[in-house]
């Protein structure tokens, strides 16, 4: 009887000292990951999210204005590794953007942020010294705490995000040049439920900074 409780006891240790094993590497991978990790978690958010992406509708300029804080298909987890998904809709409902977050374990900012128009694909690789933004590939620049971007190629500011005390507008600068407004939900309340004001026209590479911007404030939103 000795010797089976031993090989009962013995066994049950080996459970759990593999289990804590796997706990420790999946911990570890998850802490500080490289690259190739973080793109491999892109991966998975994008074929999670392929059916919301398959929906979207077809975008133009004319949908910008459309945008809005509702948000559909929302799913939040908390714990070691806090994810989330959800789809941003127009004041009309209809699906705009799909997003797909994931926090990795430990203090202070550390995550990857994915999202996707119907022509367009964003990364946000986000650390406590700033916020890296890709877009369809390209990596444009970082994103500061302070609301600055720094472009990747001058080094120099490319636009900026106004941070105000009453947080109920957000003006978006790209240069020196105001081409926008974000809102935030208190302020919405009180007018229309567009995610912003556009106050000029704009180009490609400035509306695709402005959508950069809109996605994180929006996402941010659910994810507090």
Do not use: C
Request: charged share 25%; hydrophobic share 45%.
């Amino acid at each position: 009887m000795r010797i089976l409780f031993f090989i009962i006891v013995l066994i049950l240790l080996a459970v759990v000292l593999v289990t804590g094993i796997a706990l420790l590497g999946r911990l570890i991978k998850n802490f500080q990951p490289g690259k190739s990790r973080v793109a491999e978690d892109v991966r998975k958010m994008k074929a999670a999210l392929q059916l919301f992406i398959n929906d979207l509708i077809p975008w133009n300029k004319d949908e910008l204005d459309l945008l809005s804080f509702n948000q559909v298909n929302q799913k939040i987890k908390k714990g070691l590794i806090k994810t989330g998904q959800g789809v941003i809709t127009s004041i009309y409902h209809e699906p705009m953007i799909a997003w797909s977050y994931k926090k990795y374990y430990g203090g202070g900012d550390n995550a990857v942020l994915y999202a996707a128009t119907s022509h367009h694909e964003f990364i946000f690789r986000i650390r406590n010294r700033g916020t890296a933004i890709i877009i369809d590939g390209q990596e444009i620049g970082e994103l500061r705490p302070n609301g600055v971007l720094y472009s990747n190629k001058t080094q120099r500011m490319m636009a900026r995000i106004n941070k105000t005390e009453a947080h109920l507008t957000l003006p978006v600068l790209f240069g020196d040049r105001e081409i926008a407004t974000i809102k935030s939900p208190d302020y919405v309340q009180q007018t229309n439920n567009r995610a912003f004001e556009l106050l000029t026209e704009m180009n490609e590479e400035e509306e695709a900074v402005l959508l950069s911007f809109t996605i994180l404030e929006l996402v941010n939103e659910v994810l507090d």
